[in-house]
């Protein structure tokens, strides 16, 4: 079992900068996939950004080139630096862990004000 804790998130003005932690606990192996997912309302969730421990990463266009994820292996934690916020960005936004199988942080929402 792998627990999440997220943290950051919150209001900001379109164009400012939000960053996002989630912290990883429990059972956890050595090859794993940290990253985040986002839900707005009315939508599915979707993948926003993705880093695997051995440093590999994936974005979704939408945030290719404004948003940047960063890991701590030894840590177990992971960041997303997200700059340039435009309010389409805003939604719930969920730390994701990829282990065995999939885990999923309680969520913080994000909101960019136009």
């Known amino acids: 079992q792998v627990q999440l804790v997220e943290s950051g998130g919150g209001l900001v003005q379109a164009g400012g900068s939000l960053r996002l932690s989630c912290a990883a606990s429990?059972?956890?192996?050595?090859?794993?996939?940290m990253g985040w997912y986002r839900q707005a309302p009315g939508k599915q969730r979707e993948m926003v950004a993705l880093?695997?421990?051995?440093?590999?990463?994936t974005y979704a266009d939408s945030v290719k080139g404004r948003f940047t994820i960063s890991r701590d292996n030894a840590k177990n934690t992971a960041s997303l630096q997200m700059n340039s916020l435009k309010p389409e960005d805003t939604a719930v936004y969920y730390c994701?862990?990829?282990?065995?199988?999939?885990?999923w942080g309680q969520g913080t929402q994000v909101t960019v004000a136009s």
């Open positions: 994701y862990f990829w282990g065995l199988r999939a885990f």
């Open positions: 429990g059972s956890i192996f050595r090859d794993t996939t």
């Open positions: 880093m695997t421990s051995g440093g590999t990463t």
